[in-house]
């Protein structure tokens, strides 16, 4: 050990080179799967960074944080990664920018095709999943290891139980595992460790703490700490948890006990964040030498993690980060709150709004978390990812999110997105409390009521009439960026094509289309283009409608919107152009998707229930249906209100008639099935038992059981595995991925 000219004692790298496990992975680059799993301070970490600084191929890192448990969240960050090391990445990435949560078979084979296409052999290595419980995480890291070529790896670090995918891959032999029986230190490592670091101990005593660190490399390490100066080797054994009081002392007593106080300053108040951007730490401790310290703390303190190779990001090991949060609050508890709201601040200015908003929320700053959730519902409605605005109001209470305005109204979009009617209901009411009775006369004038009434226009609970005034103010008041002012521009179009203004509903039509197009939000761009559509072609004008409905085809596939439920009525209109130019096959699995997507949105508005089924049963009358189109031609008039008296839908309806009874029933179709055995229909594919699927959907096996008979009798089949195959042809559940 040698002293610092200012007296504190400065601790050498004394990193232990692994060489036993970096020969085994050296002689074994022709295996596509390593497994690294071990607990917290086994330096996995450490092995990785060793393997990368010896191997000759480029090394890609990703590190899982906390929030990145999102199929989305951790495809877009697997994406950059192999672009790093020379994957072309710029289709995937719109691919999966423009899916939903629950992946399709376009989006996880895409992801396995993008790691298979370096030239070159390369290494991915993905630390921390264990923070990924979504198992459409585990699927998506599944067809990444999928792809891995011949002479590539795929790393993954772990500190909990692996996903099933690579329980599979170890019994096939698939895989090199290292865990925690490899990665804990032999006698002679430790010994090694000891003597790099100093600590004054006869041999005896070194093996004696070598033994009693039962081969915990960072409980060895904080051990050697503790002795270090001292000719007693009486030291208490260290407990290899992060909970565990006794090694907080350690941590606080011997670790940071030789550091200034400045820098003990500096990183108590930066442990508030889980990782250290040098500018984010400026940020938070109001300095500029960030970088000079955190790169000195590296050299100094192993448990300071470098993440990447450009001295800008670091960690705190766990049991680190632990006690100085710990000291935080003993220390500076009024400094908590202010030091969030500047990671907050720092988050949301770099676009991490996922990190804005929870330290937002750590900082108690109600309105701020408010101002940042609303700021972000525009983006989760356009890319149908509902799980995202979940997880932001997930950390609020009930009372936290009916107090704000903002905050209401987001969780009313949330219960609309995810199809909850009861939380949507609930919500809605709330926030039209809060805007005061009257308030669709405001909304023109007020945000907060133009805002209200984009939400009660998509549920149409306004009725046609009333559905256009709002547009109006909506239109008039919101700023012109904004996808809700897009959204009114649509739906005013629709509104004024069905009460016979049909002129001037397509000028609204295209003109949502056209703001949807410059603001990207293709879900809106593509439904006016589809009404555009049916408008023409229910004027019986093929050569107008057949084009626009093209159109918003195009742009259903290039954007992969068939996955999301607000697309039904787009995605009706491209069944009957399929079936109407005599791609009948085409048309009857558009059909079915079309008909899976109208049963997640009967919430919305009353007119789209009554279009939706009416524009189904004419491409099922295409197909020679009959029975499939009565059906769902009563299933329209079932929807009919007052309100739609005199509209265009009330013709439409009454054509549709005549059309059924003008033709002969032929042909045998599935009748339609309702929105609760479509849901139990999602579940059949897979390996659960009746009883398993009652328990995810939460009703009973006997219930279960009920919605499966009658699956069967519709479909025209006696088993589940002839359901599921009938089911698939119809487009009524999604194809196996690779199919």
Not at 59 to 78: I, N, Q
Not at 646 to 654: I, M
């Amino acid at each position: 050990m040698r002293e610092t000219s200012n007296g504190t004692t400065a601790v050498p790298d004394a990193r232990v080179q692994r060489s036993a496990l970096l020969a085994r992975l050296a002689e074994s680059t022709d295996v596509p799967l390593v497994v690294v799993s071990a607990g917290a301070g086994f330096g996995k970490t450490t092995l990785a960074a060793q393997w990368a600084a010896h191997d000759t191929r480029p090394h890609a890192v990703v590190r899982v944080g906390r929030f990145m448990d999102d199929p989305a969240t951790l495809a877009l960050h697997l994406v950059d990664a192999l672009e790093s090391v020379g994957a072309d990445a710029g289709a995937t990435r719109a691919v999966v920018t423009a899916a939903e949560p629950r992946f399709s078979a376009v989006v996880l084979p895409a992801l396995s095709r993008l790691a298979a296409s370096p030239t070159t052999p390369y290494v991915l290595v993905v630390d921390d999943i264990h923070l990924l419980a979504d198992p459409d995480c585990h699927e998506v890291l599944h067809h990444v290891a999928r792809g891995i070529p011949q002479g590539s790896q795929l790393a993954v670090l772990s500190r909990e139980k692996l996903p099933e995918s690579v329980a599979r891959a170890r019994v096939e032999g698939r895989l090199v595992d290292v865990g925690a029986a490899d990665l804990a230190f032999h006698d002679a490592e430790g010994l090694r460790l000891l003597a790099a670091l100093g600590t004054p101990l006869t041999e005896g005593e070194a093996r004696d703490v070598v033994a009693r660190s039962e081969g915990w490399p960072v409980g060895l390490y904080l051990m050697a700490l503790a002795v270090g100066g001292q000719t007693s080797s009486k030291v208490p054994a260290v407990a290899p948890t992060g909970s565990d009081r006794y090694v907080l002392d350690y941590i606080r007593g011997e670790v940071l006990t030789g550091l200034p106080p400045r820098t003990r300053e500096f990183m108590r108040r930066t442990s508030v964040v889980d990782e250290l951007d040098v500018h984010l730490c400026d940020t938070l401790v109001q300095r500029h030498d960030s970088a000079r310290l955190l790169a000195d703390l590296s050299q100094r303190l192993q448990l300071v993690v470098p993440l990447d190779g450009n001295a800008r990001h670091y960690r705190y090991h766990h049991l680190l980060s632990d006690a100085l949060r710990v000291d935080l609050v003993e220390q500076e508890p009024w400094l908590e709150p202010e030091l969030h709201a500047r990671a907050s601040s720092w988050y949301e200015a770099t676009g991490d709004w996922d990190a804005a908003i929870r330290h937002a929320q750590s900082a108690g700053d109600l309105p701020r978390v408010s101002r940042l959730v609303w700021a972000g519902v525009p983006s989760c409605i356009a890319s149908g990812h509902p799980d995202r605005l979940r997880a932001w109001l997930d950390g609020l209470d009930d009372r936290q999110i009916a107090s704000d305005p903002w905050l209401t109204l987001s969780s009313a979009w949330l219960g609309l997105q995810a199809g909850d009617p009861t939380r949507m209901t609930r919500w809605l009411l709330t926030a039209d409390d809060h805007a005061g009775a009257g308030w669709p006369l405001r909304a023109g004038s007020d945000a907060y009521s133009a805002s209200l009434a984009a939400i009660h226009v998509l549920v149409g609970d306004r009725g046609l009439e009333g559905t256009i005034e709002l547009c109006h103010g909506i239109q008039q008041c919101l700023p012109r960026d904004s996808g809700f002012r897009a959204a009114a521009f649509h739906n005013e179009g629709v509104a004024l094509t069905l009460t016979r203004h049909t002129a001037q509903g397509l000028a609204s039509l295209e003109e949502g289309e056209r703001l949807a197009s410059a603001l990207g939000v293709h879900v809106i761009e593509a439904n006016s283009l589809a009404w555009q559509g049916l408008v023409a072609l229910m004027d019986d004008d093929w050569a107008r409608g057949a084009p626009l409905i093209a159109r918003a085809a195009d742009l259903v596939r290039t954007h992969d919107l068939d996955r999301l439920a607000t697309s039904a009525m787009c995605v009706t209109a491209m069944a009957l152009l399929q079936a109407a130019r005599g791609s009948k096959d085409d048309a009857r699995v558009t059909l079915g998707t079309a008909r899976r997507l109208t049963g997640q949105v009967r919430q919305i508005a009353p007119w789209f229930a009554v279009a939706g089924p009416l524009v189904q049963a004419r491409v099922a009358l295409l197909l020679g249906d009959t029975r499939l189109a009565r059906t769902l031609f009563a299933e329209a008039r079932g929807h009919m209100g007052p309100d739609l008296a005199g509209s265009v839908l009330e013709d439409f309806l009454t054509s549709t008639e005549t059309l059924l009874h003008d033709v002969r029933v032929e042909g045998i179709a599935p009748d339609t099935l309702t929105p609760a055995e479509l849901r139990v229909l999602q579940y059949l594919p897979s390996r659960l038992t009746f009883p398993e699927i009652g328990a995810h959907l939460f009703v009973s096996q006997n219930t279960i059981k009920t919605h499966a008979l009658a699956i069967y009798r519709k479909l025209g089949t006696t088993s589940r595995n002839d359901a599921v195959d009938r089911a698939r042809t119809l487009g009524l559940v999604e194809s196996p991925p690779g199919a």
